[in-house]
């Protein structure tokens, strides 16, 4: 924003220009930078490749490489949905294990307690 104001002004700055531009090259660099760190970190979240995609897209201009991203985050997504139903699956057959464990006790119990 400021650059596009600093080049539609009567009295250019070039020294201002080539000052913002730098600053914008090292916010973009920091910013890769944050989100290859946030990447190593937590690798699973597909939030964080989407985020970084935008940035490819918005900032970089690379829409081919975005849309590679956004696509490796719907696969993220399709695993993470797998795992968690798999989850859920073996939690369920875990609580039927302890249901019928305790129903058994119970049943010794009441047993116990009628033969008193």
């Known amino acids: ?9 009567s009295s250019l700055d070039v020294d201002k220009v080539e000052h913002h531009i ?7 660099r920091l910013a890769q930078q944050q989100y290859n760190t946030l990447l190593i970190a937590h690798s699973e ?6 985020q970084y995609s935008v940035l490819m897209r918005d900032l970089y ?9 956004l696509c490796e985050a719907d696969l993220m997504e399709q695993g993470n949905k797998i795992d968690l139903l798999k989850n859920e699956d073996e939690l369920g057959q875990n609580n039927d294990i302890w249901g019928v464990y305790a129903d058994q006790k119970e049943m010794n119990n009441q047993v116990n307690i009628s033969e008193l």
């Not at 924003?1 to 002004?9: C, P």
């Not at 730098?22 to 973009?28: D, E, F, G, P, V």
């Not at 979240?45 to 989407?50: A, E």
């Open 22 to 28: 730098r600053i914008a090259s090292l916010n973009a």
């Open 61 to 69: 201009g690379d829409d081919r490489l975005a849309i590679e991203m």
């Open 45 to 50: 979240n597909s939030n964080i490749l989407r």
């Open 1 to 9: 924003m400021w650059v596009r104001n600093l080049l539609i002004s």
